[in-house]
């Protein structure tokens, strides 16, 4: 199942910034994402997934790029 168009969606809603980072972009060193917004970006993805991020996974380095968070959420389901 491909996420990437639903997560990219999320980022843009999360960040308020009209972009389409590439499956590869850092999230966090483009700017586009800051440790702020990484709780606003993981709510997103649970009420979207219909999954629990347990606090525990909450790291960055997880969920710096679409392709790491969609590989994230293949793990979850």
Same mark, same amino acid.
């Given at each position: 199942m491909d996420r990437?168009?639903?997560i990219i969606e999320l980022i843009r809603i999360v960040s308020k910034k009209d972009v389409r980072p590439a499956s590869d972009e850092s999230l966090?060193? /483009?700017g586009i994402l800051d440790s702020f917004a990484l709780a606003d970006l993981?709510?997103?993805l649970e009420? /979207?997934?219909g999954i629990r991020i347990p606090d525990s996974d909450l790291n960055p380095r997880k969920f710096d790029t679409v392709e790491?968070?969609?590989e994230y959420l293949d793990t979850r389901s």
């Open positions: 990437q168009p639903k966090f060193d /483009s993981v709510a997103a009420k /979207s997934f790491r968070i969609a």
